[in-house]
């Protein structure tokens, strides 16, 4: 599949509609903008900056929006990126927050935000399904998925020590046996 370059005004408007699509549960609006509806990117290309997001500090969506409007235009393609998708967030933010402050013991407001982690949860799980159907069938990697999940979820290990062992394993195994990998 061939890409399309943006220019720093289809950055700035193609990110801040992904902002401007919801709170904490945003990625597959990314993915949907960046490999389907704009073609910037393929769904491997998509896979590899998600994948660096995630290792990155800080919120996925936003070292996302950071890798790639600096694929296409350097620090400037990043920080009109980065501009574009926390513009509208930032604004909702603030006015929910002053809202809150006004109505925070208000039995419908505590339920609202009860009712918000399950949505956010399939949200998560929908695109993590979404990615695990267009990923290549090898065994390496699905096998590091199932010892991440192993670690995190059921040995409760801590995420940063998780992270310092199996990033290094990933990328030994990716240069010894890039075909089982890729």
């Given at each position: 599949m061939t890409t399309v370059v943006p220019d720093r005004r289809a950055l700035f408007t193609g990110f801040f509609m992904v902002g401007l699509a919801g709170f904490g549960g945003v990625m597959p609006?990314?993915?949907h903008m960046l490999v389907e509806q704009r073609r910037?990117?393929?769904?491997?290309?998509?896979?590899e900056v998600l994948g660096l997001g995630q290792v990155l500090p800080g919120?996925?969506?936003v070292n996302v929006a950071v890798a790639v409007g600096a694929r296409f235009h350097g620090a400037s393609g990043?920080?009109?990126?980065c501009a574009g998708l926390l513009?509208?967030?930032?604004?909702?933010?603030?006015?929910?927050?002053?809202?809150?402050?006004s109505y925070q013991q208000q039995p419908l407001v505590q339920g609202l935000l009860r009712g918000l982690a399950p949505t956010g949860i399939g949200l998560v799980l929908g695109m993590a399904l979404k990615l695990a159907t267009r990923l290549p069938?090898?065994?390496?990697?699905w096998a590091l998925v199932?010892?991440?999940f192993l670690a995190v979820a059921v040995w409760k290990l801590s995420l940063?020590?998780?992270?310092?062992?199996?990033?290094p394993l990933g990328v030994a195994l990716a240069w010894h046996w890039p075909e089982r990998v890729s």
């Open positions: 609006h990314a993915q910037w990117l393929t769904e491997q290309q998509f896979a919120p996925n969506i990043a920080l009109v990126s513009l509208a967030p930032l604004g909702v933010v603030l006015l929910l927050a002053a809202l809150y402050a069938r090898r065994q390496l990697p199932l010892l991440t940063l020590l998780v992270l310092l062992l199996l990033v």
